[in-house]
């Protein structure tokens, strides 16, 4: 998305309302007169829907520099720490977000106090640039707390106050909603309670909206790696928050919420053809949030039907299923009207599934109706620009053509990875060199292929680690000359819950013993 411009900084007027300087801080508790800085008037963008080739448009940005500790009102609370406070109002903003050039806390905290809600920033979530995103809370006003120790010196100044115009808690939102969105916890949905876990909000400190996918790796090593369109760009996704679990509680009713948040990202590779992007999120994900690590598949053949979960239009998780076969466009997935739920903007970049719940594409662009009228929508194909893809998504070449979704909680997994394609055959042994595994844990090696021999013949073998960067597996005889053959392996390895989890095939060829 094309970065907008941000309103001059003189746009704001300051009301002195009780201000203190620091320097003049009384030693009681801070009076409920906190100088408040009012936003001048913002203008309203469009009200319509928005196609998904576009990022929906949820806030605008406006430049506000000011220092909380030199600007803000001081006291102290009865412990005698220092309580310093300051307030932003917007007029007709439905919430308001904060951007802070630098936020430093010194062990203390910073409550950001909506009208119905507040966010807590505490020490262990500071950045290591000193940036921070406050997510909008509702209301035309924000009341900013500081608290920390009696010579606390926090650094706390904005650089940008976003006057939202969505309020993600109100039933406006949903009465606005295309009639045919299907919550992702309606009956649609049930199957899905595991794949939902994947998919984030996403919010641009430019004031634009989308949504993508926490993605699994060949390595199943955790990485936090996330998948959007290459339109959503804007080049500030070290910014981008990224909000998890913003669902109803119920089919159509109940609260969503919106506490489930990490910010921060790195840009790894995109391209406008086929429009996809690969980010890593940076701040780690907690555990708290179940999130859910999405499997993909990039043979590119033809899903016989498809499913889509986004937050279009910035409302809560939603689901669409196409039960036809999918159409190819150039670089594209093409689906010709929902046959449930719907696509609207602000999906863009959100994950299409094929049947076996793998990830096969992102959103690029489409209608915003229901039902097969609609226009196509399309998904850039996750099989194009696969040798980029691989350097994040299988980068150590092991071929495989899709795996599976894992949860976080089951993240990393011990797997055995055959890299020895070569072996020199003696009678006895055979060896493969791993750069993964337990050595507490068995691992089963099965003969997949080659020779006649019946697919998935499994040997039991254990590992033995040799060094600090591999592990050595030695497998007993194979039954039969094949010095100078070549059999197809894989391996399995055993998750912390003692399931089976396959690594990569890896066809090796038996050289005569030297």
């Known amino acids: 998305m094309k970065a907008p411009s941000l309103l001059g900084a003189a746009t704001f007027a300051t009301l002195a309302l009780g201000f203190v300087p620091h320097s003049q801080a009384s030693p009681t508790g801070p009076s409920d007169l906190v100088p408040t800085h009012v936003l001048a008037y913002v203008e309203e963008p469009s009200s319509e829907p928005g196609d998904p080739g576009s990022p929906l448009r949820y806030a605008t940005p406006v430049a506000v520099s000011l220092d909380l500790w030199n600007e803000g009102r001081h006291g102290r609370n009865p412990d005698g720490d220092t309580v310093v406070r300051m307030r932003f109002a917007s007029p007709g903003a439905r919430a308001l977000g904060l951007v802070f050039s630098e936020l430093a806390l010194d062990g203390g905290e910073l409550r950001i106090q909506g009208e119905i809600e507040e966010q807590v920033v505490r020490p262990e979530r500071e950045r290591p640039d000193g940036r921070f995103v406050v997510a909008p809370l509702v209301g035309e006003q924000l009341t900013l707390e500081y608290h920390g120790a009696r010579h606390s010196r926090p650094r706390l100044v904005t650089e940008t106050v976003l006057h939202g115009w969505i309020d993600f808690s109100s039933d406006e939102l949903w009465s606005r909603a295309n009639p045919c969105n299907v919550d992702v916890r309606c009956p649609l949905g049930d199957d899905w309670v595991v794949e939902k876990q994947s998919v984030a909000m996403i919010l641009s400190t430019f004031g634009a909206l989308c949504t993508g996918s926490l993605i699994n790796n060949a390595e199943y090593d955790g990485r936090q790696l996330f998948l959007t369109a290459d339109h959503c760009l804007d080049g500030n996704e070290a910014d981008w928050v990224f909000m998890f679990n913003y669902e109803r509680k119920f089919c159509r009713a109940g609260a969503s919420p919106r506490e489930f948040t990490v910010q921060g990202a790195e840009l790894l590779g995109s391209a406008i053809i086929s429009d996809w992007a690969v980010l890593e999120i940076l701040e780690p994900i907690p555990e708290e949030f179940d999130a859910h690590f999405a499997g993909w598949d990039h043979r590119g053949r033809h899903p016989q039907q498809a499913y889509g979960i ?29 046959r449930e739920g719907s696509i609207e903007g602000g999906a863009s970049g959100s994950p299409l599934f094929d049947p076996n719940r793998r990830v096969v594409g992102q959103l690029s662009s489409g209608g915003t109706g229901c039902g097969p009228a609609t226009a196509k929508t399309r998904y850039g194909q996750m099989h194009r620009a696969w040798d980029q893809k691989r350097a994040w998504l299988d980068p150590h070449g092991q071929s495989v053509g899709f795996i599976d979704g894992v949860d976080a909680s089951d993240l990393p997994l011990a797997l055995p990875l055959l890299t020895d394609k070569r072996v020199a055959y003696e009678e006895g042994t055979m060896t493969f060199v791993s750069y993964k595994g337990m050595p507490d844990r068995p691992v089963l090696l099965g003969i997949v292929g080659g020779l006649g021999i019946p697919s998935m013949d499994f040997v039991r073998v254990t590992l033995d680690v040799t060094g600090p960067d591999g592990v050595w597996v030695f497998m007993p005889t194979v039954p039969r000359t094949i010095a100078g053959q070549t059999l197809s392996f894989q391996a399995f390895g055993y998750d912390r819950d003692g399931l089976l989890s396959a690594s990569n095939v890896v066809d090796v060829e038996f050289l005569p013993a030297q």
């Open 310 to 338: 986004h937050h279009g239009g910035g409302k809560p998780k939603k689901i669409a299923h196409e039960d036809e076969r999918l159409s190819q466009n150039a670089q594209m997935w093409e689906v010709s009207g929902f």
